[in-house]
C-alpha cells in the first residue's frame, strides 16, 4: 500500500500525462477526482505487475482491480506503457526529493548515504510493485518514456556520486573510484526486491542502518577488535 505522501506524488506525476478528462453531462467533471481515479489506477496497476508479472497484466486486469469498466479506463489512461512510466517516474522522483532535502538542510555525508538506503527500503515496504516495476521493466518503455526515465534516473544517481566524492574531499570516506564506490553502494540494494520481506526482515529504518553500516564498515574487522 502506498502512503498518503506517495498518494499526492501520484497524482502530481499522472497529471503530467494527464488526457483530458471525460466529457459527461452536466457540471464540469472535477479535476481532483480525475487525478485521484489516475493515482489509483497507477496504484493497482503497480500491486498487479508486483503479483503477476508486466507482461501478465492487461488493461482489463487493471480497470477491475481499479473498479472501473475497461472502456472508462481508456479515459484516463492511453496505455499500459503510460501507467508503466508513471511508476518508474514516481520511484525516481521520490528518492530525488528525498536527498534533495537531506543535502539542502546540510546533513553530513554518511547521514544522507544512509537516508538513500532508508528511501529505497521504505517505497519496497510501502509499495513494492512499484519498485518491481522500476528494475525488472524498465526495457518494455518506448523511446521517448525510456529518455525521460533515464534523464530522471541519470540525475539522481549524479547526486549520489557527487555526495560520495565530496566525502572523499573531506577525508570522511577512503578515497577510490567514485563511479565505482557508488555501483558497490547502490548493489546493497538493487536487488532488495528479491529478498525483502516486511514481517520477516526488520522494518526499512532498522534494515537501512544495519546494510549501511556492513558497506560502510565492510566485512574485515579492524586490527583492534577482538577475533
Not at 534533495?100 to 546540510?106: C, F, P, Q
Not at 566525502?167 to 578515497?175: A, L, P, S, T, W
Request: net charge neutral; glycine share 6%.
Amino acid at each position: 500500500m502506498t502512503t498518503a505522501e506517495d498518494a499526492a506524488l501520484l497524482s502530481e506525476v499522472a497529471a503530467t500525462t494527464e488526457k483530458p478528462a471525460p466529457r459527461k453531462r452536466g457540471p464540469k467533471v472535477d479535476v481532483e477526482l480525475t487525478r485521484q481515479r489516475r493515482s489509483d489506477i497507477v496504484r493497482e496497476a503497480a500491486r498487479l505487475f508486483d503479483q503477476v508479472g508486466y507482461h501478465g497484466v492487461n488493461m482489463e486486469m487493471i480497470a477491475e482491480a481499479a473498479g472501473l469498466k475497461k472502456p472508462t479506463l481508456y479515459h484516463y489512461i492511453a496505455s499500459k506503457e503510460e501507467i508503466l512510466f508513471n511508476i518508474q517516474e514516481i520511484y525516481l522522483i521520490r528518492l530525488r526529493e528525498k536527498i534533495s532535502a537531506r543535502v539542502e538542510a546540510g546533513m553530513d555525508t554518511l547521514a544522507i548515504l544512509r537516508g538513500v538506503y532508508e528511501d529505497i527500503f521504505r517505497q519496497l515496504h510501502d509499495s513494492p510493485g512499484t519498485v518491481r516495476s522500476f528494475f525488472e521493466h524498465q526495457r518494455e518503455l518506448g523511446p521517448e518514456f525510456e529518455a525521460r526515465i533515464r534523464k530522471e534516473r541519470n540525475a539522481y544517481n549524479a547526486e549520489v556520486v557527487r555526495v560520495i566524492s565530496e566525502g572523499m574531499d573531506k577525508g570522511v570516506i577512503n578515497r577510490a573510484d567514485v563511479r565505482l564506490t557508488a555501483l558497490c553502494f547502490f548493489g546493497v540494494t538493487n536487488w532488495a526486491y528479491q529478498w525483502y520481506r516486511p514481517g520477516r526482515d526488520p522494518v526499512p529504518e532498522a534494515l537501512a542502518d544495519q546494510c549501511f553500516d556492513i558497506f560502510a564498515r565492510g566485512m574485515l574487522t579492524s586490527p583492534g577488535d577482538s577475533q
